[in-house]
């Protein structure tokens, strides 16, 4: 095989593979779509804004997410460049709205609320000696002198200075 017949055999090859990226970046794309339309119809179903068509929007979304996993594989799949998405376990749920915070587990350690102020020390335990933590004052800007306004106002400025 001549030198010429190998760039071309590697030409054809990148080519292959470059139009198999960007398939996959379309499929991708489409799939997003999608995932993001059937959230939006399901919004509307249960927020009452669906103006009767949800249910059946819902269905058919669905069967397209359905064909599209058959024909691309299963959404959300792990790609080569993708990170990996963190399952329930890595974020916390938030407690609702006026719900009780839970307590947290002995011998943990509480972050300090959100005023500055340290929490009380536990119960048997001596108060710190440190005293608490204050912010220092921010100091005060110097001083901006007017802007000049004449020649004379310019440092060595005056009559005679050589400045025109």
Known sequence: MGFLDKVKAQAEQT???GQE??????????????????????????TGRDGGKGETELVRITGELQAHEAEHG?????????????????????????????????????PPPAGGTPPPPPAGMPP??????????MP???????????????PGGGPGSGLA
């Open 15 to 17: 080519l292959k593979q």
């Open 21 to 46: 990226k960007l398939d996959e970046v379309q499929a991708k794309k489409r799939a997003d779509g999608l995932l993001r339309d059937l959230g939006a119809w399901y919004y509307a179903t249960q």
């Open 74 to 110: 299963p959404l959300g799949g792990r790609g080569d460049d993708d990170e990996p998405t963190p399952g329930p376990e890595a974020a916390p749920v938030p407690p609702p709205p006026g719900a009780e915070p839970t307590p947290p587990p002995p011998g943990a350690s509480t």
């Open 128 to 137: 710190s000696p440190m005293p608490p933590a204050s912010t220092p004052p």
């Open 140 to 154: 005060a800007a110097p001083p901006v002198p007017p802007p000049a306004t004449s020649p004379t106002d310019l």
